[in-house]
């Protein structure tokens, strides 16, 4: 049997080999971001409540340490949205470490509910916390992040402030940066002397590498990149992991292949659970699922000839997503 909350382990840059946590199952966020790589935001919602049950996502991790897999280094709660938007997160936390005492528990952010401060009490339980931030400019973050109503980029920042001054773990922050939407000297001067009060354990920032949710939406040139990450301090990096977890982070080498092949689930499923999440390649269907290229070639034809995918063409190679 497959799992439908429990996704991974995925080799990520900044975290090493994760386990991901879907705790909203499905495209539920608090943010309609240009780039998002899982398709654009179905629910577009600050309301906390349990999309997922912390019984259900806890019983299928069960389940699958029951199954002997490979030890990831840490589990991480994301999902096609934001996480922290789940009300029982707390409880799947504690689950998560009473499952696994020594495993850190990171969680994803796209940071708009850690304006509530029961969200930041609950977020203290984690190790690790991963939030993003890609604009202090209103009219810029509105563009960029189409956040609900009422959400200003301030309130964002201050709120991670505070997080900082209490939170003993530690805290990975992530600007990924669209050409003409957040690129601007302004947000750079802002969002600098942010960085430097919030004092983040890292600092990456990141531009598109796949098609996302807007046409338009583009990558900014190496320059800027560059540019930014020398004024922010940032580490060298790769790409943008946000509330689904699985995206973002490209395998390097054969080491960091996923060794998830005692999945029971079939090639089948396991590449269509995985396009449902995020666009990909076929190489890195390959390479995140450990499948062969003739038997990923053979399930893309298949689902092409049942007319289930959408194929569409990004820095200059295909990009494959389940259609809706
Ligand atoms: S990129 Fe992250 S924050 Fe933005 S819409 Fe997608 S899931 Fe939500």
Redesign the pocket.
């Given at each position: 049997m497959g799992y439908k909350y429990v996704f991974g382990p995925v080799m990520s840059g900044r975290l090493g080999l994760s386990l991901g946590l879907d705790l909203l199952g499905g495209?539920i966020?608090?943010?309609?971001?240009v780039?998002?790589?899982?398709g654009k935001?179905s629910v577009l919602t600050s309301e906390r409540k349990p999309y997922v049950s912390a019984h259900e996502v806890l019983g299928e991790l069960e389940r699958w340490k029951a199954e002997n897999h490979e030890m990831p280094d840490v589990v991480t709660l994301g999902g096609?949205?934001?996480p922290t938007l789940n009300s029982e997160m707390p409880e799947i936390i504690r689950g998560v470490k009473k499952l696994f005492p020594s495993m850190p528990v990171a969680v994803l952010t796209?940071a708009t509910p850690m304006t509530d401060p029961g969200v930041r009490r609950e977020l203290m339980e984690a190790d690790m916390v991963l939030p993003?931030l890609d604009s202090l400019v209103p009219l810029e973050f509105r563009a960029i992040?189409?956040p609900c109503k009422g959400t200003n980029p301030a309130g964002v920042a201050e709120a991670l402030i505070e997080f900082r001054k209490e939170f003993k773990g530690k805290i990975f922050l992530e600007v990924l940066l669209a050409e003409g939407y957040n690129d601007s000297q302004e947000n750079l001067s802002l969002m600098s002397d942010f960085c430097k009060r919030l004092r983040p354990d890292r600092i990456d920032v990141v531009t598109l590498t796949r098609p996302g949710?807007l046409e338009g939406a583009r990558a900014v040139k190496n320059e800027t990149l560059d540019l930014w990450k020398k004024e922010l301090d940032a580490a060298p990096c790769k790409e943008?992991e946000?509330?689904?977890g699985e995206k973002a982070e490209k395998r390097s080498g054969p080491e960091s292949v996923c060794k998830r092949q005692d999945d029971d689930a079939g090639a089948y499923d396991r590449i269509q659970a995985s396009l449902a999440r995020r666009p990909q390649t076929a190489a890195q269907l390959e390479q995140a699922l450990g499948i062969s290229h003739d038997e990923v070639q053979s399930v893309l034809e298949e689902l092409k000839r049942g007319e289930r995918l959408i194929v569409r063409p990004g820095n200059g190679e295909i990009y494959y997503s389940m259609k809706p």
């Open positions: 495209r966020c608090s943010m309609d971001c780039y998002c790589e899982v935001t096609l949205g934001e796209n993003s992040n189409r949710t943008r946000c509330g689904s």
